[in-house]
Nanobody, 114 residues
Protein backbone atom coordinates (compact mmCIF):
# COMPACT_ATOMS: atom_id res chain seq x y z
CA UNK A 1 0.00 0.00 0.00
CA UNK A 2 1.36 3.39 -1.00
CA UNK A 3 1.72 5.97 1.73
CA UNK A 4 2.87 9.53 1.21
CA UNK A 5 3.59 11.71 4.22
CA UNK A 6 4.21 15.41 3.71
CA UNK A 7 5.88 17.65 6.28
CA UNK A 8 7.72 20.92 6.65
CA UNK A 9 4.89 23.38 6.32
CA UNK A 10 4.31 26.26 8.67
CA UNK A 11 3.73 29.96 9.04
CA UNK A 12 6.16 32.27 7.29
CA UNK A 13 6.23 35.93 6.33
CA UNK A 14 6.06 36.99 2.72
CA UNK A 15 9.49 36.71 1.14
CA UNK A 16 10.47 33.84 3.41
CA UNK A 17 11.34 30.25 2.64
CA UNK A 18 10.19 26.78 3.55
CA UNK A 19 11.37 23.31 2.60
CA UNK A 20 8.72 20.66 2.29
CA UNK A 21 9.46 16.95 2.53
CA UNK A 22 7.56 13.94 1.25
CA UNK A 23 8.34 10.52 2.67
CA UNK A 24 7.17 7.73 0.38
CA UNK A 25 6.40 4.14 1.34
CA UNK A 26 5.16 1.41 -0.97
CA UNK A 27 6.48 3.25 -4.00
CA UNK A 28 10.03 3.78 -5.26
CA UNK A 29 10.41 7.44 -6.15
CA UNK A 30 13.49 6.78 -8.28
CA UNK A 31 11.44 4.99 -10.94
CA UNK A 32 8.39 7.23 -11.20
CA UNK A 33 7.82 10.86 -12.01
CA UNK A 34 6.92 12.68 -8.82
CA UNK A 35 5.11 15.94 -8.33
CA UNK A 36 4.04 18.47 -5.80
CA UNK A 37 0.51 19.83 -5.78
CA UNK A 38 -1.36 22.35 -3.70
CA UNK A 39 -4.85 23.34 -2.78
CA UNK A 40 -5.24 27.02 -2.05
CA UNK A 41 -8.35 28.50 -0.43
CA UNK A 42 -11.34 28.47 -2.77
CA UNK A 43 -9.53 26.55 -5.50
CA UNK A 44 -9.20 22.97 -6.62
CA UNK A 45 -5.97 21.11 -6.15
CA UNK A 46 -3.41 22.16 -8.74
CA UNK A 47 -0.07 20.95 -9.95
CA UNK A 48 3.00 22.86 -8.74
CA UNK A 49 6.20 21.01 -9.70
CA UNK A 50 7.42 17.87 -11.46
CA UNK A 51 10.56 15.78 -11.22
CA UNK A 52 10.90 13.14 -13.91
CA UNK A 53 12.95 9.98 -13.71
CA UNK A 54 15.37 11.43 -16.25
CA UNK A 55 16.20 14.30 -13.94
CA UNK A 56 14.33 17.02 -15.73
CA UNK A 57 11.99 19.26 -13.79
CA UNK A 58 8.98 21.37 -14.57
CA UNK A 59 7.09 24.08 -12.74
CA UNK A 60 3.79 25.83 -12.91
CA UNK A 61 4.20 29.40 -14.08
CA UNK A 62 3.11 30.83 -10.73
CA UNK A 63 6.08 29.21 -8.92
CA UNK A 64 8.71 29.19 -11.65
CA UNK A 65 11.95 30.71 -10.46
CA UNK A 66 10.91 30.51 -6.79
CA UNK A 67 10.36 26.80 -6.08
CA UNK A 68 12.73 23.89 -6.65
CA UNK A 69 11.78 20.21 -6.60
CA UNK A 70 14.34 17.54 -5.79
CA UNK A 71 14.47 13.96 -4.61
CA UNK A 72 16.69 11.68 -2.56
CA UNK A 73 16.48 8.22 -4.07
CA UNK A 74 18.37 6.64 -1.18
CA UNK A 75 15.95 8.00 1.40
CA UNK A 76 13.00 7.59 -0.97
CA UNK A 77 11.94 11.17 -0.40
CA UNK A 78 10.91 14.16 -2.49
CA UNK A 79 11.43 17.78 -1.49
CA UNK A 80 10.12 21.19 -2.45
CA UNK A 81 12.27 24.20 -1.65
CA UNK A 82 10.07 27.27 -1.64
CA UNK A 83 11.67 30.71 -1.72
CA UNK A 84 10.26 34.21 -2.07
CA UNK A 85 6.94 33.02 -0.73
CA UNK A 86 3.86 35.09 -1.38
CA UNK A 87 0.54 35.22 0.51
CA UNK A 88 -1.13 33.59 -2.50
CA UNK A 89 1.07 30.52 -1.94
CA UNK A 90 -0.94 29.80 1.21
CA UNK A 91 -2.54 26.38 1.04
CA UNK A 92 -2.12 22.68 1.69
CA UNK A 93 0.72 21.06 -0.22
CA UNK A 94 0.75 17.43 -1.31
CA UNK A 95 3.11 15.11 -3.14
CA UNK A 96 2.05 12.34 -5.49
CA UNK A 97 3.15 10.75 -8.71
CA UNK A 98 2.82 12.85 -11.82
CA UNK A 99 0.15 12.31 -13.01
CA UNK A 100 -1.34 11.44 -9.62
CA UNK A 101 -2.00 7.73 -9.36
CA UNK A 102 -1.84 7.02 -5.65
CA UNK A 103 -3.86 7.91 -2.58
CA UNK A 104 -3.29 11.43 -1.39
CA UNK A 105 -1.57 12.00 1.93
CA UNK A 106 -2.76 14.45 4.54
CA UNK A 107 -0.70 17.28 3.07
CA UNK A 108 1.19 19.98 4.91
CA UNK A 109 -0.21 23.44 5.58
CA UNK A 110 1.73 26.44 4.33
CA UNK A 111 0.62 29.86 5.50
CA UNK A 112 2.29 32.99 4.18
CA UNK A 113 1.49 36.23 5.98
CA UNK A 114 1.72 39.60 4.32
Amino acid sequence: QVQLVESGGGLVQAGGSLRLSCAAAGITVSIVAMGWYRQTPGKQREWVALDTTSGSTGYADFVKGRFTISRDNVKNMVYLQMNSLKPEDTGVYYCNTRPPRTNWGQGTQVTVSS
